[in-house]
């Protein structure tokens, strides 16, 4: 229970060969061993992990097509991942798009950011439009 960070991790990013003293488990053993054990104890977490590794590989590699067979070929098995996997079928096309398209919102983000911020920070503007010069500013 207390090394739960392991199972949110990518597979490829486990250490498979260093052993640590890992407390609540209270032995040297490495991370892929640890990610084992915990797998070997409940089938329905086993499974839901092999779903979330093959949706983590599919959306950071970009594969749309392989994206799409994992949710058209997903079996319920009466865990959490079975909301996760309806609410990627109910925006299949939009889920999709976000592999196949490189268009982040980040920018925008982070723009509205800045300008929430500049609104905390000058607890008002006697004048409206020093309030735009100054969003002008910061977005240079």
């Known amino acids: 229970k207390s ?11 486990l250490n498979a ?6 407390r609540g488990i209270n032995e040297y053993m490495t991370q892929q061993n640890a990610v084992d ?7 329905r ?12 590989t599919d959306i950071r590699g ?3 097509k392989a994206l799409g067979r994992l949710l058209n070929t997903y079996q ?8 996760a996997i309806t609410s990627f079928k109910k925006n299949y096309e939009a889920v999709l798009n976000s592999c196949r398209l490189s268009y982040s919102n980040g920018p925008i ?3 509205n950011r800045k300008i929430k911020t500049l609104k905390r920070i000058g607890y008002g503007f006697r004048n409206l439009t020093n309030f735009f010069n100054r969003i002008a500013l910061i977005r240079e």
């Open 37 to 43: 054990l915990a797998l070997s104890a409940d089938s």
């Open 62 to 64: 970009h594969q749309a």
């Open 109 to 111: 983000e982070g723009i």
């Open 76 to 83: 319920p098995t009466h865990s959490a991942m079975d909301t």
């Open 3 to 13: 090394q739960w960070k392991l199972l949110h991790k990518d597979q490829n990013e």
């Open 45 to 56: 977490l086993a499974s839901a992990y092999q779903t979330y590794q093959a949706l983590l």
């Open 17 to 22: 060969s260093k052993p640590v003293f890992l």
